[in-house]
């Protein structure tokens, strides 16, 4: 009988790893609780990880009782699945969907672990826009949620293309193994579609001069291919800002163009509002609804979308206001500041 060859983690030079896939506690952050807790402690999250936000303002909305059949939209690294899981308490059934089919695998091993079997729990990689497939499937819910902001796992991964802070190639798909990435989405576009994505998405107020800058390179065949060639875009149009003002309005824009260059590639808002219309066949009567929002125009389809359902007699009941997360879950998660939460009630 043959013994299994013990095997070291890689070294790497230096005192800390420079690449993320040298890294280990980042890519397996369950197995470090101290760690965990020391970067909670100061108010960020562990890379390779996704601290799950309202969740105790979600539970409140759904209602969840033992028994119901519900839909998490957006499974992530699984914490409001699991918070769901526990409401059931082993009686019911929950399916959650995700694109992802790299972290989504990763979450579901961690939950089998956890106990939670195909007959209380079931994953789905297909995008929510497609949910009424789950409804087939599984029956008609009693809850759903969608929590529609980026997990952290994809963002802190530079693989990914999600951030300029490491130089990687500029991917940004939810799912890499299909569609086009970001670099070869932006030599597709003119300047003016370049320009009017940019507003539509996310609001740019330098939106005419980023565009420019990005369709010049185009022109030049000096084609945008990495994470650091786009903030290096943005920079060259903010060039003309007060050396005081530059620092921060690069970074803000940054944020904004990477944003929406990830809702076109990934065909957000598409998929938001086909999930809106597909809620009043895959809901029961008196079912319950979440929505988390991270920016406005996420916020103004749902807004829209839910006045509509209320005033056609869908809703008996959804929320005037937007709930935002308490001051302490910002403090703690700061990835939870421009949370907004809208929940709705169907006849």
Known sequence: ??????????????????????????????????????????????????????????????????????CDCTLGYGGHSTAILKKLSGSGHLVSLDVDPDESAKT??????????????????????????????????????????????????????????TESPLDLRMNQHKGITAAERLKELSLDEIEGMLIENADEPYAGRIAKVIASHNRKKDHIETTVDLKNAVEEALAFLDESEKKEAVKKSCARVFQALRIDINGEYEALESLLYSLPDVMKPGGKTVFLTFHSGEDRLVKRAFKEC????????????????????????PRARSTKLRWAVFV
């Open 108 to 165: 579901e091993a961690r939950l089998r672990k956890e106990g939670y079997g195909e007959d209380i729990f079931a994953i789905r990689h297909i995008n929510f826009a497609d949910v009424k497939k789950a409804a087939d499937e599984f029956g008609k819910f009693d809850f759903l949620m969608a929590d529609l902001g980026v997990s952290s796992m994809q963002i802190d991964n530079p693989a990914r293309g999600f951030s300029y802070k």
């Open 310 to 333: 209320l005033r056609s007699g869908i809703f008996s009941d959804c929320s005037q206001d937007v709930i935002r997360p308490s001051s302490k879950e910002c403090f703690d998660n």
């Open 1 to 70: 009988m043959s013994e299994t060859q013990h095997r070291r983690r890689p070294h790497y030079s230096g005192t800390h790893p420079k690449k993320f896939e040298e890294k280990y506690k980042e890519l397996d952050p369950s197995k470090y609780s101290d760690t965990v807790e020391k970067v909670m402690a100061k108010g960020s999250t562990p890379a390779g990880m996704h601290i799950p936000i309202m969740v105790d303002e979600v539970l409140e909305h759904l209602c969840i009782e033992p028994g119901m059949n519900g």
